[in-house]
Structures are given as C-alpha cells and as structure tokens.
C-alpha cells in the first residue's frame, strides 16, 4: 500500500520512533545465582556447585525462576508454543503473549500493539533481533515481512509487558520484543520444510546446520507467497536468506556473526481511493551483524556488537484519471531506502555479593533517503547516543531492588532521561510480589519531525504534509502492582498484574488550512492526543505432565483518550477483553494435537474508527512426528479460524478459514 | 560497620546459646532444641530449614523450637558452647565454622560434599565424636550415577573429566563401572588452558560424558563451552546439579534441599525420641532426582522411550 493511498484513507497516523538498545535478558540477567567457584580457599570441594545456578545456555524454557526477579511483567513464548500454534508468520506469534493484539493492514504489512492498537505503524514497541533493534527509521514500524527471518528460526520470544527504556532505549515504549534465534548448535544436518495451504500459501525451507571445529553455522533460505486476504489485491512473494555463525575463540570469547536478505514482490491496492491503481511494489531487506563477547566470570562480562539493517521500497505508480487535472495521470514515486548503523557496548558485573550492575553505551546512525517524503533527493540522517545502567540490588535475601535509567542525545528529538525503579518481594519461594514504575520515551521519526509530502504537480499549492514544528516525544509513565506465584505440585505459575499507564503528548497528525494546501489544507504532526490505560493482566500456564501444556492469558482494560483528532481515536483502540489460550497434547507414537483459542471484545478497525464486534478465532493443528536414526519427519494440519468468524479487522480484511497442511524433513 | 557487626553478631549468639536456658521447663518436657548453622544467607539453606522443621512439627506439635545462625556469625566470634540438643550444619563454611568452635554437641552435616567432609573430618579438627556425628552429603553416590547412566544409555562408552579435586573418584568409578561392565576413558586436566583441548579429545571416543564435580573443571565460567561442546558432538552430559539440565545438559542425578532436610529431620527424630539416641553412620541422600533437558536430548535424537528400566528410576525418583 502506497504512502498516498494512507493520507486519502482517513485513517489516523502518526509515525514511528527510533532508537532502542539491547539488553542482556532479564531471564539470563536473573539466572547467574550468587556465585562462588564451588570451591574454598583451601581448595575444598563446596556444595555451591550442586545449588548454584548457571548461565542457560541450550534450552527451550520458560526461564521460570528468572521471571520472577525481573523488574516488569515478563512473558515467554518458547519453542514448543511457536510449534503448537501452527502460525506461518512471525508477528501472529504474539497473539500467544497476554494482552497483544495483531492485525493485518494488508496480507503483508501486520501491525502488533500493547494493550492499544492505534494504526498500522506498531511504532510504541521495541522489537529485538537476537539485540538489533528492527525498526524502520523513516516512517517507522517493523517491517515483519522483510526480516530476513522464518518462524523456525526462533527460538524463543520474550516479551517485557511494559516500557523500559531504562534498559533497552527509546522505543521501548508499551513493551518490548525480543526475539531469540535458535543458536547453529542446535541445528544439525539438512532440513527441509513445505507449507501449502488454500489461500495460495506456499511456502519451501531449506536450511543446513554443520561446524568446523568450535564454529558453529547455520544457512537458511525460504521462499513465500500466498494471496493475502481474499477481497484485497495483496499477494506477496518473499525470498530469504539468513546465515548465523558463532565462534568460540575460547573458554572466554566468543563471536557471532548474523547476515541476511530478503526480497519479494507485494500487490498494493488502496480500497479507501480509487485514484491508486492496484499496482506492486518490490521491498528489499539486508543486515549484518556481529558481536564479540568475552566472559570474564559468570558475574562479569562484556560484549561489543556492531550492526547495520537496510530496508528498500521502490514503489512508484501511475495513478488513475484525475478529473481536477483534465483526466491527466500523474507519477507517483515513493521509493525509499534506509540504513541504520549502530555500535554497543556493555559491561555486566557484581560489584558485591547483593548487587548485580550493568551499564553501556552505544551510538547509532539513521540515513534515510526519500524524495516524496521531505521533498529532497538528500539524505537525512539522525544520530543518537545512549548511555545506561541497571542495578539488581537485594535488601535481604527475600527482597529485590531493580533501578534503571538511561539517557539518550538524539539529533531530533532532544536529549532525554529514562528512569525505572522496582521491587520484588519473595514472601516465599514460589510467591512474590511486585511494585514497579517506570518512565519512557518514544523519539519522534524523521517523518514526523520534518515532513514535507508534496503531490507532484508542478503547481504551487501540492502541499499534502508540511513541517509544523518538532513534536515532543512521547512519553509514558507506567505503574505495576504483580504478583508470581508458582505451584509445583500441580504444575501450575500464575502471573498477575495490576496496571495504569499514562501515554502523553502521543504524536498524530491533523490537517488544517494552508493556503499551500492542494484542497487548502495539509497535514502537520503535533503532540496531540493523552491516554490512560488501566486494568488487569493475567497469564497462567499449566503443565499437569509432560505430555500437557496449557497456556492462558487474559486482559481487562479500561482506555480514556483526549481523542483530539477525529483521524484516530485512541479511546476505541483497543479492546476491553483480551483473551488467548494455547493448548496442546502429545500422544504416543509421535501425535501430537493443539488449539490455540483468540478472543477479542470490539474495537476501532485498524485503519479507521469504525468500530468492529469482538473476534473469535479457533486455530487447530494435529501433527505426527517420526524419528529414526538421526531423521526427524514430520507431518502436520492446520486449521486456522475453524468457525469462520466473518468479522473483519479492518475494511475488507478477514481471513476466512484457511488450511494447510505441512511437511518437514531432517536428515542428521 | 565490620565492629558494629561484629558485637551484633555476639550479641546474638549469646542469645542464641542462652535461650534453652531460659527454658529448662520445656526442656524437662522434652522438648529439644535445634541449632541450625547455615554457610551463607541464601534460598537453599532457608529452604532447608524450613523442610526440616514442617517434617519435625507434621504429628508432633512438641517438636523443637530451633535457632539459625550463619557461618559468618560464628566466625566473627568465639562462642559459648550452645545449650541446644542437636546442631545441623549445612555446607562447607558450617562444617569449618564449627571446627573453630568446637561445640562438645552432637552434630549432622549435611549440604556437604562427600569428599569435603571426610577431608575435614581426616583432619583431626571436625567435631565429630563416633555416633555423636553423622553427615547427609550433597553429592550422589558414583554406583548410582553409574547405574542410572546405564539404565539411560546401555553399554556405552563413558568419558570422564577429572580435574585436581575429583581425581580422588578414580578408584571408585573405575569399580562402579566394572560392576555394570561399562568400558571408561578418563583424562587429568591440570590448568584451565588444557580443558577444551583434552574435551575436544575425548568426546571423539566415548559415547557419554559423566560430570564429577571439580572447580576447575565444572564451573560457570567453563559450564557454556563444555555444553556448548559436547552438544557439538552429540555426546549426551549426564551432570550432577539442576542447573546444568536448565543450562543445557542432557541429563542429571541431584538431590533436592528438600529430599535432604527430609532425611535429616528422620534422623533428628530418631535421635531425639528414639532409643537408642544415637546418630547413625554418615550416608549419601537417599532420594534424588532425575531430570531431562528433552529438548536437548530431543535434539541429538534420543527419547528415552525404549528405556524402561531408565523411566521408572526417573518416574520413582520424581513422585515426591
């Protein structure tokens, strides 16, 4: 869908944010326990190393005893539930997550909010690639098509619910994404994978894992393309590639190195204006990055990791008659390109027994380069520089103190402070209790700092954007009261939240009269809009066996929003119930069933303010795994949205019942 | 502040000590007293603790009122010696903060290494006066790794790392795995520089690698390139803690805090109210855990499923 096409469709939008650090894990963070070597001075064997915890190196799992030393609600959506789902594309993974909401604006452009999901630009959360920040720098959102990455390269998800950019930088917002790759350890062999499902899914894997002495690798290419939804002109085509090395030079150091492309075509269509032909558009995507680590201790450490992503749009179109003009047909072009550099720091030490301290800085470069955008063939940039700390800091031995702030110099938006500060209670074991505030800021993007869209017809008044001035940041102030409590006997832990988040100055853009104006009016960003989001959050899983895994999460929320612009009403934008449940069973010889339930009350269509009737959708999967020697095969169905809930998400977008069935080979 | 701590700390304990004797009634009612010494302020000693006294009070509301005091404490200052019936000590730090003391009360050591205390104990300097001592030890006895491992894997080749600590479990595991006839390649590591090298090595010849705990060896510096190696070469870790399953091992033996603050509180009731009162001979837990990392096993192709001798020691060793 092309830029135009969202100004003449009366959606509300605003554009993304910048920035954003990595944070080592809070599960690995909270999983290194107080360390002695596991001996004493005299050299005598200690019990320390039965009980004392170590740094997780392979495993699939939720981290739980990590979760509850964390300063903000923590979710994880491991391997056995991205499996379980049966989901093909990456950001409907966080339907699993408690109180997300994901959408599609287009069969390749996928939105995902935090309790909110205001337009199609997911610009509030930060989303992490194994560190590296994702998101596109002009008019901001994750370009989830375009990672260069598959589902099956996930290891795991974690998901902070709730902002800190104490740790993890400036678009750290309502939360926090961070995808985990599977480590080329893993990963042994050749495996091949087929999808082909009825809205013309089809889908080919291929990927070799192997090592040469201590450096381990993996190669993935995939292929995609389906039909997007059925009343939309918006299939796609995706090409990938993606390579991970990781190096160990020694027992201290180690490397990784991860490239990746990927390219594809994408039919756009505009169903709010018919002067936009459907047409395609052609995306690319590359990254590099590296990352040195060197472990001095299991207390201390210290990394250095340099990467660099680029997105490419070309899309440039005619459009259809324009009556205004004599039926003449104009041009549009709306390529554009993005760079992002950036280099980061960090240290990871344990000053004393009681506390545990990181801090880091990192600098980043932003080059964007978008004619129709700023009306200039220059390239823009913005630079920002960070530093931060963290502190883990136990009163006693039941009580914890997190304390985080960062603050960021951005060439845009100013220089600001980020402060977090939390408490976690054991009152035992397997109950703790949880207060924590925290303070964030979204920086504004280039496209909201200095907009100048013109319609590209030589006469004076083509104005559609202009630079009203520089908007603020947006910002949050967010409070939790959590309880973690974990009950062993019947397999069960229960996360459960109280929150109230304040988002101010939220940036959205208005149209006002301008003589400059091609109807004499034209659109600037501002600081326009506040929200308070209130309510309850929780997330249970439970394990009565090995054979079972039930996953349940729940949201009830209460929004007020100033509503300021009619282009989009933040009061609407989310549902006062979210539900999800994922449920699954193995049996024997290698079956395996789950279902993956995903309720949500009404709420404002993705692109409009029209309102929508709550969604209901039942996902099923049945599979048969079958191993012998060193190969896996395995076969698999997939049922998505079994009753056919007709609601759409947004106008002409509804994803019928779709099936496919799967088929994946390993040989070792 | 270290002054300061130190006369809080003697203030305590000469509370501590002196309680019982403020209470000679409820002594003469039978109602002993506990003196728990933990090494360090921490979860599993807590734990333990608590486990001890739930299992002493379930049925028995006259069960003992007992007193905590940490390693530190007791080193900060010479104490009287206490007036309670029974100490514990948990861990090494205990075990050596009680050799300074000299406490003429019958002990149980326990959370220690088997190897720890009879080195302390070969010392001369250990309180521990025939059945007037006895020890829980942390670590599981080598004959039940080895037949766990068997169970698990059948005749496989075993390697074994054996750093400057563990090199004393030589003898015996070589009669453990005679027993089951089970084919063992050993190899000494006497610096940190010659650990991979001599990992790398054996992994090319065996079939499972059985971790003994040794601080040069096992550690969180090292814990991520062994299991990052051994998974490189598809060579099961069978390990001796919970953190290594989490971490990534394949498999480990271990016994809980909770499995051994069960067996210790058998043993302080047998003393305290049997009749004989006397503490028996030190042993290895007799519970203990099995637990699989089945994602890593998954993922160098084992299941387990054609095991069954293996899943019912896992299934037993698990129904707590």
Not at chain 1, 187 to 196: I, P, W
Not at chain 1, 593 to 621: C, H, P, V, W
Not at chain 2, 108 to 136: K, N, V, W
Request: proline share 5%.
């Amino acid at each position: 869908m092309s830029f135009i096409s969202k100004l003449f469709s009366s959606a509300s939008r605003s554009f993304c944010a910048i920035s954003a650090m990595l944070r080592l894990s809070p599960a690995l963070f909270a999983t290194a326990m107080p360390g002695y070597a596991g001996a004493t001075d005299a050299g005598l064997l200690t019990e320390d190393a039965f009980l004392d915890a170590l740094p997780i190196v392979l495993s699939a799992s939720r981290l739980p005893q990590s979760i509850d030393n964390a300063p903000i609600a923590t979710s994880i959506i491991d391997r056995n539930m991205i499996v379980a789902s049966g989901f093909t594309e990456i950001p409907d993974l966080l339907r699993l997550a408690p109180g997300f909401i994901v959408n599609y604006d287009n069969g390749h452009t996928q939105a995902v909010g935090y309790h909110m999901l205001h337009d199609q630009y997911s610009r509030q959360m930060q989303v992490l690639v194994d560190g590296r920040s994702v998101y596109e720098p002009t008019v901001g959102g994750v370009p989830w098509t375009d990672l260069a990455l598959t589902v099956d390269d996930i290891e795991r998800i974690e998901v902070i619910r709730g902002p800190n950019a104490a740790s993890y930088g400036s678009n750290s917002f309502t939360a926090v994404i961070n995808i985990i790759t599977r480590h080329p350890v893993l990963e042994r062999g050749v495996t091949l994978k087929a999808n082909a499902g009825n809205n013309g899914l089809r889908e080919g894997f291929l990927r070799y894992g192997g090592n040469h002495r201590s450096f381990d690798y993996r190669i993935t290419t995939a292929w995609r393309e389906d039909e997007g939804f059925d009343d939309r002109f918006d299939d796609k085509t995706v090409k990938l590639f993606n390579f991970r090395g990781d190096y160990a030079l020694d027992l201290a150091n180690t490397l990784m190195l991860q490239l990746g492309h990927s390219s594809g075509s994408r039919d756009a269509d505009n169903v709010f204006d018919e002067l936009i032909p459907p047409h395609t558009r052609n995306v690319y995507g590359q990254f590099q990055q590296l990352k040195w680590t060197h472990t001095v201790s299991a207390d201390q450490e210290f990394y250095v990791q340099l990467y660099h992503n680029q997105n490419k749009d070309t899309n440039d179109f005619v459009t259809t008659p324009i009556a205004a003009l004599g039926g003449a047909q104009v041009l549009l072009d709306e390529r554009r390109t993005s760079n992002r550099y950036d280099v980061e720091f960090q240290h990871r030490l344990r000053p004393a027994a009681a506390l545990r301290l990181v801090w880091g800085a990192s600098a980043r470069q932003d080059e964007v380069n978008a004619p129709a955008f700023f009306n200039t063939t220059r390239t823009l940039d913005n630079r920002i520089y960070r530093i931060f700390s963290n502190a883990e800091f136990a009163v006693t031995e039941k009580t914890l103190i997190n304390a985080g702030v960062s603050y960021e110099d951005n060439d845009i938006a100013g220089s600001y402070t980020s402060p977090r500060l939390s408490l976690n209670h054991h009152f035992s074991r397997a109950h703790t209790a949880r207060l924590s505030v925290s303070r964030a800021y979204r920086a504004p993007f280039l496209f909201e700092h200095e907009p100048d869209y013109r319609f590209p017809v030589p006469i004076p008044n083509n104005v559609l954007f202009f630079d009203g001035g520089d908007p603020d940041p947006e910002e949050i102030t967010s409070y939790e009261i959590g309880y973690i409590g974990s009950f062993p006997r019947i397999g069960a832990s229960l996360d459960a939240k109280l929150f109230y988040d304040r988002l101010e100055h939220l940036i959205t853009y208005m149209g006002v009269s301008n003589p400059l104006g091609l109807d004499g009016t034209a659109a600037f960003f501002d600081n326009l809009d506040n929200v308070t989001i209130r309510g309850i959050e929780l997330s249970a899983q439970y394990q009565p066996g090995d054979r079972d895994r039930i996953h349940i999460n729940y949201t009830h929320q209460e929004i007020d929003g100033t509503d300021n612009t009619s282009k989009g009403q933040y009061s609407i934008a989310g549902p006062s119930d979210n539900l999800n449940l994922l449920a699954s069973h193995d049996f024997d010889h290698g079956y395996n069933a789950s279902a993956g339930f995903y309720y949500l009350s009404k709420m404002k269509q993705l692109a409009t303010n029209d309102i929508r009737g709550e969604q209901k959708r039942l996902d099923l999967r049945f599979a048969r795994t079958l191993a012998s020697g060193g190969n896996e095969r395995t076969f698999a169905l997939v049922i998505q949205n079994l009753f056919d809930d007709e609601q759409e998400t947004r106008l002409k977008n509804n994803i019928d019942r779709r099936i496919y069935a799967s088929f994946a080979i390993t040989f070792r | 502040m270290r002054l300061a701590r130190g006369i809080a700390a003697r203030l305590m304990l000469a509370l501590l000590v002196m309680l019982p004797l403020a209470a000679p009634a409820a002594n003469e009612e039978g109602m002993a007293r506990i003196l728990f010494v933990a090494s360090q302020r921490s979860a599993s000693y807590t734990e333990f603790i608590t486990h001890v006294q739930q299992t002493l009070d379930t049925g028995n509301p006259r069960m003992p009122g007992n007193d905590t005091l940490f390693a530190d404490d007791l080193s900060a200052s010479p104490a009287p010696d206490p007036q309670q019936d029974l100490v514990v000590a948990m861990g090494t730090r205990a075990a050596q903060a009680l050799q300074e003391w000299q406490p003429r009360t019958p002990v149980i050591y326990t959370l220690i290494p088997e190897m720890t205390f009879e080195e302390l104990r070969q010392s001369g300097r250990l309180p521990c006066h025939e059945d007037r001592c006895t020890a829980i030890y942390i670590d599981q006895p080598l004959e039940r790794q080895v037949r766990i491992l068997h169970a698990a894997f059948g005749h496989r080749r075993i390697g074994v790392l054996l750093g400057p600590t563990s090199q004393r479990y030589r003898g015996p595991l070589e009669d453990a795995t005679r027993r089951y006839k089970l084919s063992t390649a050993t190899a000494a590591i006497e610096d940190a520089e010659g650990l991979l090298p001599a990992l790398q090595n054996m992994l090319e010849q065996v079939d499972v690698l059985l971790a003994l705990p040794d601080p040069l060896v096992y550690n969180s510096r090292t814990a991520q390139s062994i299991l990052l190696t051994t998974y490189r070469y598809k060579v099961p870790l069978v390990a001796f803690s919970k953190a290594y399953t989490d971490a990534g091992a394949t498999l480990s033996v271990y016994s809980t805090p909770r499995q051994m603050a069960t067996q210790t509180a058998a043993i302080i009731r047998e003393f305290l109210h049997g009749e004989r009162k006397q503490l028996p001979a030190p042993a290895y837990p007799e519970r203990f855990r099995v637990q699989i990392n089945r994602h890593v096993a998954r993922s160098i192709g084992l299941d387990f499923a054609d095991t069954p001798e293996f899943l019912s020691i896992m299934k037993e060793s698990n129904d707590e």
